[in-house]
């Protein structure tokens, strides 16, 4: 158990650099959000690129950020009614809850594939005109962020384990 819960930190660690990965990428979103309302009411226009390039950071910060609430325990439930529960249970609720999260996002992954490959067999970007080149990358983004995702789960259900066999959690 001491080696799954070696494992399951260094999938924290990863989750935690994903993270700052997500939190520069909002600081970015928030000052290309500022250019583009500067654009569109000072200007008079914003490029048609710069406007796409609010989603292409959009989707990689909340694919990424479901995997840190993961980690930081902020994902949804009903608390009223799990706080009530003995520890034992809760810990058994949340090891349950980790591992169909982690089969979800395994699926999720299973049925992504095609989309992504499609983008990227043929290198997918805007069809407008001024639009990013890139939009193979941004789906591209979709496997990866659900396996940072049922890693993260993992992590999570071994913590649970642990703590259901009194190793702590």
């Excluded at 990227?120 to 990866?144: A, F, N, Q, T, Y």
Aim: hydrophobic residues 55%; contains cysteine; proline residues 4%.
């Amino acid at each position: 158990m001491t080696r799954a819960l070696a494992i399951a930190d260094g999938i924290d660690r990863l989750t935690r650099l994903a993270g700052r990965l997500a939190a520069a990428l909002l600081l970015a979103l928030v000052a290309l959000v500022f250019f583009n309302v500067f654009g569109r009411y000072v200007i008079g226009g914003s490029p048609v690129w710069a406007q796409e390039l609010e989603w292409h950071l959009m989707a990689p910060i909340a694919l990424l950020g479901i995997t840190v609430l993961m980690l930081e325990n902020g994902h949804v439930r009903v608390d009223m009614v799990f706080e009530r529960l003995p520890e034992r249970a809760r810990h058994a609720l949340d090891l349950f809850s980790m591992l169909v999260g982690a089969v979800i996002a395994l699926l999720l992954i299973k049925y992504s594939l095609g989309f992504v490959d499609s983008a990227w067999s043929i290198r997918e970007g805007s069809p407008d005109p001024g639009g990013l080149p890139g939009r193979w990358l941004l789906k591209g983004m979709i496997p990866v962020a659900f396996g940072l995702f049922a890693l993260q789960c993992l992590a999570n259900a071994i913590r649970h384990a642990a703590a259901l066999r009194g190793r702590g959690a």
